[in-house]
């Protein structure tokens, strides 16, 4: 479980005791997301939610100190809660203080001077990395069993099923037909009519998706199919939930969705349709960034990816002497080979030496590279010696001045951290974790710095319909480096 306020004050060598006990002052099951210290005026624009604050009240004797205005900025910045620590700035924690903190409902936790502040970041972090070690290893869980049923007797049965037990109790799933009609289902399904957004869903354009508010709790609706046909629908909802997944849940969820598109583009009906249908979604997962769950498809096919670094082709013709090393997947009636970046028989567009985390840049060039063999006869073109790629357009001086235009708000603010903090997250397709692991931050300093990024652009980077921003930032990001 996260960390709460309720976990904090059962922490018992903290000796942490609370001070306000009615309304939401009093809510113990508050999550604590990470814990802050803080003597400023005004820290609101400094957190994103969640914190426990800490603070000594320095400020409290400071004639210009206004607490009604510094809570408000709290409620409004979301935090958790108020630590207040005695024995220091005060001998104990100021009625006024509590009083005031409880009207806008935040809970007040007395803080012991004997108990430092790094203390409760400690015990808070120990809750956190121990909850997100469960949460990732039951995330791949969840894509095992996910993978497995993609070979099952009834796959798409039995992978809504999967998702719906790796989503967790009160989540249910229904799989419908492109007429509406319910194929399988899983979970306590209520009573809905989501025909309406059904509807909706078949005249848009793939992918696509809503999300919806219902007495019973948080759906979501999403469209399957391949091109611009709409050939099926998931409906995935979470009882008494007013929103939809957490990070790992949307990560089993993308996974599913990859192998029932799959599924609904070409039904499973015997073992060897099925391993095409495993096969092509290891190049889907990928491509989506998902690699546990690429692996374990692999290894399903009992012929496991070569090691990084690897090259991919596309449209390569398969030599019936090549080694083990060779994984030859067909993927939209294209053959994609990924290889040892050392293997010497590849045909077709060809890319740069990449690992599994650079999947995508290394597919697109290979699909560059392969306009280029078609063009010139070759039997195989590397990217490198295409001169297909981004590089080519670089010299150009109008684009290089729009990469400057785009980048300019970044750049001007001075911070260096927020140029490489976006390219990381760019590169990562936008998974907090893999970017912060590249940057050797905490996930949520991450967040943070592409929340300010995006302040800064004018634009919310991590909105649903924000593609165009991000293609446009990771465009004008390659050319500041090619120059």
């Known amino acids: 479980m996260p960390p709460t306020i309720a976990s904090l004050l059962a922490d018992r060598p903290l000796g942490l005791r609370l001070l306000t006990s009615e309304g939401p002052a ?114 791949y869980r969840t894509q095992q069993d996910l993978v497995k049923s993609a070979l099952a007797h009834e796959p798409q049965r039995s992978l809504v099923r999967s998702l719906v037990r790796g989503l967790g109790p009160g989540a249910w799933a229904v799989l419908a037909g492109a007429d509406g009609s319910v194929l399988h289902s899983a979970g306590p399904v209520p009573d809905l009519d989501l025909a309406p957004e059904l509807a909706r869903l078949r005249g848009g354009t793939l992918p696509s998706s809503s999300s919806i508010l219902t007495e019973s709790g948080h759906v979501e609706v999403h469209a399957l199919g391949a091109g611009k046909r709409v050939m099926g629908f998931l409906s995935v909802g979470m009882l008494g939930r007013t929103s939809g997944p957490d990070i790992t849940g949307r990560q089993i969820l993308a996974v599913a969705l990859t192998l029932l598109t799959l599924g609904v583009e070409q039904p499973t009906k015997d073992v060897t349709v099925a391993e095409l249908t495993l096969r092509r979604a290891v190049v889907r997962l990928l491509l989506a960034g998902y690699v546990d769950a690429a692996y374990e498809a692999a290894g399903e096919l009992r012929v496991p990816l070569p090691a990084e670094p690897v090259r991919i082709a596309r449209d390569s013709v398969r030599d019936e002497a090549v080694s083990d090393r060779v994984f030859v997947l067909e993927e939209d009636g294209e053959r994609v080979l990924v290889a040892a970046a050392d293997y010497e028989g590849f045909t077709g567009g060809v890319s740069d030496a990449v690992g599994y985390a650079d999947f995508g840049r290394g597919y697109r060039q290979a699909g560059e590279a392969l306009a280029t063999a078609r063009k010139s006869g070759r039997p195989a073109v590397y990217f490198a010696e295409s001169g297909s790629g981004l590089a080519a357009l670089f010299a150009d001086q109008s684009v290089r001045d729009f990469a400057a235009g785009v980048l300019r708000p970044l750049v001007e603010a001075d911070r260096s951290e927020l140029v490489p903090t976006l390219r990381a997250w760019l590169a990562h397709n936008g998974q907090w974790d893999s970017a912060a692991a590249e940057l050797g931050v905490h996930r949520h300093t991450v967040r943070a710095r592409i929340a300010r990024a995006g302040e800064l652009l004018g634009k919310d980077l991590t909105a649903a319909d924000s593609a165009d921003a991000r293609m446009e930032l990771w465009f004008a990001l390659r050319v500041r480096e090619g120059q």
């Open 26 to 139: 009093g809510d113990t099951a508050r999550e604590v997301r990470w814990v802050h210290t803080t003597e400023l005026n005004d820290p609101a624009p400094f957190l994103e939610g969640g914190e426990l604050l800490l603070t000594t009240g320095l400020r409290l004797a400071d004639p210009g100190f206004d607490l009604e205005a510094f809570l408000s900025g709290l409620v409004r910045a979301g935090v958790a809660g108020l630590g207040f620590g005695v024995g220091l700035n005060n001998a104990s924690v100021p009625d006024r203080f509590v009083v005031a903190a409880s009207a806008h409902g935040l809970p007040v936790l007395e803080v012991p001077k004997a108990t430092p502040f790094i203390a409760i970041a400690k015990s808070v972090s120990k809750a956190l990395g121990a909850e997100e070690y469960r949460a990732i290893t039951e995330g």
